[in-house]
């Protein structure tokens, strides 16, 4: 599980400072600003993620979880949590299990944007588009030369996706400081504003 946090209650004064006599809204500002700044950044890190890994953007939504900020806990949290996912949720080719003369001589696939189509074997094994009795499809591979068992190819999971320093977080991170301090005064703007009507 990774743990994003965006959490400066040192803030506090200095937009305290800012709001001038509605001082006291300060916790309420930055409550604000926090939980706005948490909401865009997982939509951030998503189109991030999407752009590095082939993959649908909802699976980084469904995968990040937002527990907001309040005035007394000035701490927004994007909970990413999930086990790996399989192959079969990215790119391959073939999709779906083959039959007769579309058995292809080996299965391909991908994870990342950027790369080529690789073939799925390991030595004599060579991995294949299988249906399971529940209707699952999943990319697998033997584990010897018997029929059985299968293994199924795994991927990264969405935690690790999304914590790609390289890549991912490390691409959001620096956007999400300037976002924050964006939103402090879009919301100080609000508060007055609506303070004064």
Same mark, same amino acid.
């Given at each position: 599980?990774?743990?994003?946090?965006?959490?400066?209650?040192?803030?506090?004064?200095?937009?305290?400072?800012?709001?001038?006599?509605?001082?006291?809204?300060?916790?309420?500002?930055?409550?604000?600003?926090?939980?706005?700044?948490?909401?865009?950044?997982?939509?951030?890190?998503?189109?991030?993620?999407?752009?590095?890994?082939?993959?649908?953007?909802?699976?980084?939504?469904?995968?990040?979880?937002?527990?907001?900020?309040?005035?007394?806990?000035?701490?927004?949290?994007?909970?990413?949590?999930?086990?790996?996912?399989?192959?079969?949720?990215?790119?391959?080719?073939?999709?779906?299990?083959?039959?007769?003369?579309?058995?292809?001589?080996?299965?391909?696939?991908?994870?990342?944007?950027?790369?080529?189509?690789?073939?799925?074997?390991?030595?004599?094994?060579?991995?294949?588009?299988?249906?399971?009795?529940?209707?699952?499809?999943?990319?697998?591979?033997?584990? +010897?030369?018997?029929?059985?068992?299968?293994?199924? #190819? !795994?991927?990264?999971? =969405?935690? *690790?996706? /999304?914590?790609?320093?390289? %890549?991912?977080? +490390?691409?959001?991170?620096?956007?999400?400081?300037? #976002? !924050?301090?964006?939103? =402090?005064? *879009?919301? /100080?703007?609000?508060?007055? %504003?609506?303070?004064?009507?």
């Amino acid at each position: 599980m990774i743990v994003f946090t965006i959490d400066d209650k040192g803030m506090v004064e200095s937009i305290s400072r800012q709001l001038g006599e509605y001082h006291d809204k300060a916790p309420t500002v930055l409550k604000q600003a926090l939980n706005a700044t948490a909401k865009d950044a997982r939509s951030m890190l998503a189109n991030q993620a999407k752009d590095v890994y082939v993959i649908q953007k909802s699976k980084f939504n469904k995968a990040m979880t937002i527990k907001n900020a309040s005035a007394r806990r000035l701490e927004a949290l994007i909970v990413t949590a999930g086990a790996p996912l399989e192959l079969i949720d990215f790119k391959s080719n073939p999709k779906k299990p083959p039959t007769g003369a579309e058995r292809p001589d080996v299965t391909t696939g991908k994870v990342l944007v950027k790369s080529s189509m690789k073939r799925l074997e390991m030595g004599d094994l060579k991995a294949f588009v299988a249906r399971f009795k529940s209707g699952h499809v999943s990319i697998v591979q033997r584990r +010897g030369p018997k029929r059985l068992p299968l293994r199924k #190819l !795994l991927s990264p999971s =969405i935690p *690790k996706m /999304i914590g790609n320093e390289q %890549e991912v977080y +490390g691409e959001v991170e620096p956007k999400i400081a300037e #976002l !924050l301090e964006a939103n =402090i005064r *879009k919301y /100080i703007k609000k508060t007055v %504003e609506a303070k004064r009507k």
